[in-house]
């Protein structure tokens, strides 16, 4: 079993920066890779970005460029980096934890880009 909690999220303005933490517990050791989704009302929930336990990343051509996902500890806690953030950024942004097993979500965290 695996654990996810997300924090960081918030209102920001336009052009403002966000940084979003990820972490795990539990069965960390199981976690291959690590992806951030997020949801905008009334849009289904999409890709942002990945991160495995090489250190390899993957971004979607919408946030490339602007966040920058890392980690530490191996893939205990992941964190995006968010830049030169826009108002169509705004959702809720959630962490996944692949196993070979499963995929685990965490409960989400809010971010609003507003001016």
């Known amino acids: 079993q695996v654990q996810l909690v997300e924090s960081g999220g918030g209102l920001v303005q336009p052009g403002g920066s966000l940084r979003l933490s990820c972490a795990a517990s539990?069965?960390?050791?199981?976690?291959?890779?690590m992806r951030w989704y997020r949801q905008a009302p009334g849009k289904e929930r999409e890709l942002v970005a990945v991160?495995?336990?090489?250190?390899?990343?993957f971004y979607k051509d919408f946030v490339r460029g602007r966040f920058i996902i890392s980690r530490v500890n191996g893939l205990e806690t992941v964190y995006l980096q968010m830049n030169s953030l826009k108002p169509e950024d705004t959702a809720v942004y959630y962490c996944?934890?692949?196993?070979?097993?499963?995929?685990?979500w965490g409960q989400g965290t809010q971010v609003t880009v507003s001016s």
């Open positions: 996944n934890a692949e196993t070979r097993i499963m995929h685990y």
């Open positions: 539990g069965s960390t050791a199981s976690i291959n890779v």
């Open positions: 991160i495995t336990s090489a250190g390899n990343t």
